[in-house]
């Protein structure tokens, strides 16, 4: 892959980055909220599992982004961590983080969504 495509796509995963960091900051105060209303308790219960939920989510994008960031530095950006083969411009334009190729990720969330109990192992 190129420098200049290398720069472009480490840009994009900063910005990603501090997007992720700066809209779970802005959600910390879903957690100071109480209320003595039952219908708004539960609705504030609602909230926060839909606020766990979403800083799952996220903390789940950052930790693809900062392995991105760090096959970067290692000079293995875009490259397959199964095949080994480079994953496609077109793909990476949309998934700058994508740790697979289109093929690999299809195989990994079939069976990411048999065993979505089993513990995730950082790549
Ligand atoms: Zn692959």
């Given at each position: 892959m190129k420098q200049g495509d290398i720069n472009r796509y480490e840009a994009l995963l900063m910005a990603k980055r501090e997007e992720i960091l700066g809209s779970s900051r802005h959600r910390e105060d879903i957690w100071i909220v109480e209320s003595n209303d039952l219908i708004e308790t539960v609705q504030l219960a609602s909230d926060r599992e839909l606020a766990i939920r979403t800083l799952e989510r996220e903390s789940k994008s950052l930790m693809q982004v900062d392995a991105a960031l760090k096959r970067i530095d290692r000079d293995?950006?875009?490259?397959?961590?199964?095949?080994e083969e480079p994953i496609s411009a077109k793909r990476l334009a949309v998934?700058?983080?994508?740790?697979?190729c289109l093929h690999c990720q299809q195989l990994h969330d079939t069976r990411d969504s048999t065993d979505a109990y089993e513990p995730q192992l950082a790549a």
């Open positions: 293995e950006f875009g490259i397959c961590l199964e095949c998934v700058p983080w994508a740790a697979y």
